[in-house]
């Protein structure tokens, strides 16, 4: 894990042994686990931490992490962005929300065989999790780094998020088609965009957009709509 060492310091982060073996750790389950159930594409060693842990941690550059915050992972999958920060960062109360119980399952492994405190593992779709009010507009941040696009993820995180906190999509570079109807869902949901960073993994050609959305106001009780509904365009 020296290569993900590497990695990071350059934007700024420093990981002690202890954490790059949890990440070790981490691999090896993960790899193990995708033998007999898709969690990822992605197995080469190399290619896990860059595109998925130095990935992760890439949000770091844009946000000090050291602090003791409620972050919420929709969608979280194996675990990207979440595990990865609460490993960089232990004092983070994390929560991991997939619709996949089998998921959960080897997140609950790994959590289990890295000894996070803090971590709790939700079983929910976004649309409904966003409607229970033990997850709503509960976080100071939310993270997601699931394939959709931004005014669907924005119906499917900014629930969530307290005013005052934040929503950060991960996002590829490819965002301009994205913004026009992304920013009309994102102010419905009481939502503001403050910043937009387009950066890269360093020593690659890996290329990554950060969103910054500032919850400004409480999210209309109507969203987010049923599942399916959120792939349709907000209007009012």
Not at 8 to 26: A, N, P, T
């Amino acid at each position: 894990m020296d290569k993900l060492n590497d990695i990071v310091r350059q934007f700024g982060l420093e990981l002690s042994e202890k954490q790059l073996q949890q990440f070790s750790r981490y691999y090896d389950i993960l790899v193990e686990w995708n033998s007999f159930m898709n969690l990822t594409a992605i197995t080469d060693r190399d290619d896990v931490i860059i595109k998925h842990f130095a990935d992760s941690l890439l949000l770091y550059k844009y946000k000090d992490l050291h602090d003791n915050l409620s972050v919420l992972d929709v969608g979280t999958g194996a675990g990207f962005p979440g595990i990865p920060l609460k490993i960089a960062f232990p004092e983070l109360k994390v929560t991991l929300m997939d619709s996949l119980n089998k998921r959960l399952n080897f997140l609950n492994e790994v959590i289990k065989e890295l000894e996070l405190d803090n971590v709790e593992t939700v079983h929910s779709r976004a649309e409904d999790g966003g409607k229970n009010p033990l997850y709503r507009e509960k976080y100071d941040l939310v993270v997601s780094r699931a394939v959709a696009n931004l005014a669907t993820l924005s119906e499917w995180c900014l629930p969530f998020t307290k005013v005052g906190g934040y929503f950060v999509p991960y996002k590829s570079n490819a965002l301009s088609d994205e913004m026009t109807d992304g920013k009309k869902a994102i102010r419905i949901l009481g939502g503001q965009v403050e910043n937009i960073f387009n950066t890269n993994i360093p020593e690659t050609d890996n290329q990554r957009s950060f969103v910054f959305v500032k919850k400004i106001a409480n999210t209309d009780k109507k969203y987010p709509r049923k599942p399916g509904a959120s792939k349709k365009l907000i209007s009012k």
